[in-house]
């Protein structure tokens, strides 16, 4: 796949005149918040500026998020008539996910289907996980299995079946076997960047335009563990 770099060190997975799809960095925010960072949307919109020598303010939507120590695919639509086709899809579950994560336990089973019920925790923006319903919680499902074992680590592929508040982050947690890095669910130390080893790895999803398969693949972040991977 050809990765396309520019000034503001972004890398493009995918752009044409609907969509760009960039492959995030650790400590990036997708779209602004309370910390008043740049976000990544700000960053986008800069390079389609220069890029296209566009006048005035440009369209960018903000199809949906990652977590800001989380790593992989965003993708961004440049017209308003992309971005409502590009929320359904996400909405009515009609894209392909894939994740790949790094764990320390290994899991009782090399290939399993977590089911439980989430419910978050606005004040301190956690989420739970519960076996069972509780009040104002939300079934979440995921597939999982372990693609690679390392010397202290196992790398695992996770396929989301729902898209609730870290629900990967919380369900991995649940079972013994959080994030490397994830402080916040339970992993015993913090990565140097601040990062955790989560990686939107894969999305497939049908073009909202064009109606073309789109299938793409972010390459994961230049570290030991995961260029062991």
């Known amino acids: 796949m050809k990765i396309v770099s520019n000034k503001n060190n972004l890398q493009i997975l995918h752009e044409d005149n609907h969509l760009i799809v960039i492959n995030k960095r650790v400590g990036d925010i997708v779209q602004g918040d309370k910390t008043g960072d740049k976000p990544l949307s700000d960053v986008v919109k800069e390079y389609i500026k220069n890029k296209y020598n566009k006048p005035g303010e440009v369209f960018l939507g903000v199809v949906h998020r990652l977590d800001r120590p989380t790593t992989g695919i965003v993708v961004f639509a440049r017209t308003s008539k992309a971005l409502t086709r590009m929320n359904e899809l996400f909405s009515n579950r009609e894209t392909q996910k894939t994740y790949w994560c ?9 290939e399993d289907k977590l089911v439980h019920y989430i419910k978050r925790n606005e004040k301190n923006n956690t989420s739970k996980a519960h076996l069972k319903e509780v009040p104002d919680s939300k079934l979440a499902s995921l597939d999982y299995k372990i693609i690679k074992e390392l010397n202290n680590y196992f790398a695992l592929e996770v396929n989301l079946h729902t898209g609730r508040h ?30 955790i080893h989560l990686h939107a790895r894969k999305l497939v999803f049908i073009h909202p335009v064009t109606k073309e398969n789109i299938e793409i693949t972010a390459p994961t972040p230049d570290d030991v563990i995961w260029n062991a991977v």
């Open 102 to 110: 790094i764990v320390k336990n290994k899991p009782a089973n090399s």
């Open 166 to 195: 870290h629900q990967i982050r919380a369900q991995l947690s649940a079972i013994g076997s959080p994030i490397k890095g994830d402080l916040k669910y339970g992993f015993d130390r913090s990565n140097h960047d601040g990062g």
